[in-house]
């Protein structure tokens, strides 16, 4: 529902025409100031101002921390509380490696879940391989219990809790089969 025009006058009060409560409007000053003329985003140089290397009509804010490139303002990528340009970024995402960027993290929960999960769904294939599947989808769990999870998810300690069981089912298998094997033997 709209309201009349008469209701953004400070001086009036309104009623709303769904609920009928009382109502003063106010509109800021910015509503009716023109648009600011200056475009966003970095200042021109003048003459014997700095320059930034990618940008050379516009006025240096400050220096990349890695190679020393004079940077302006549109330029500038805060990582942390390092500033880079876009070139240093891009190699940090690649060889460098920077610390302050994480583009992907090893879930251990997940395959603490997976290694104690698929050697029980393939039994009849991987018994023999469940003496180390077993402790290592306990280990996982435990060595990722701490960890920082999944970027997207977050920790997932359901997925290190049914890995920890899991696989400590396999281990019972394992030795329930061999205690099995023991108790057949002719004496």
């Not at 009716?32 to 985003?41: D, L, V």
């Not at 989808?137 to 999944?150: C, E, F, N, Q, T």
């Amino acid at each position: 529902m709209a309201l009349a025009s008469h209701a953004l006058e400070p001086a009036q009060e309104a009623v709303c025409p769904g609920c009928r409560m009382a109502l003063r409007g106010q509109l800021f000053r910015a509503w009716w100031a023109p648009a600011p003329t200056r475009a966003f985003g970095s200042e021109r140089a003048l003459e014997g101002d700095a320059v930034c290397f990618f940008h050379p009509r516009n006025r240096a804010a400050l220096t990349c921390d890695i190679c020393g490139r004079f940077l302006c303002t549109i330029c500038d990528l805060p990582v942390g509380s390092r500033h880079l340009c876009p070139v240093c970024l891009s190699n940090g995402l690649g060889q460098q490696k920077l610390p302050e960027i994480v583009p992907r993290r090893v879930v251990w929960s997940r395959w603490s879940l997976w290694v104690g999960l698929l050697p029980l769904l393939l039994g009849l294939f991987f018994w023999p391989f469940m003496i180390v599947t077993g402790p290592s989808a306990v280990a996982l769990a435990l060595i990722g219990w701490k960890r920082p999870g999944s970027l997207v998810h977050g920790p997932q300690r359901w997925a290190a809790v049914t890995g920890i069981i899991l696989g400590l089912v396999q281990l019972m298998v394992w030795f329930g089969f061999i205690t099995m094997i023991a108790g057949a033997r002719p004496k």
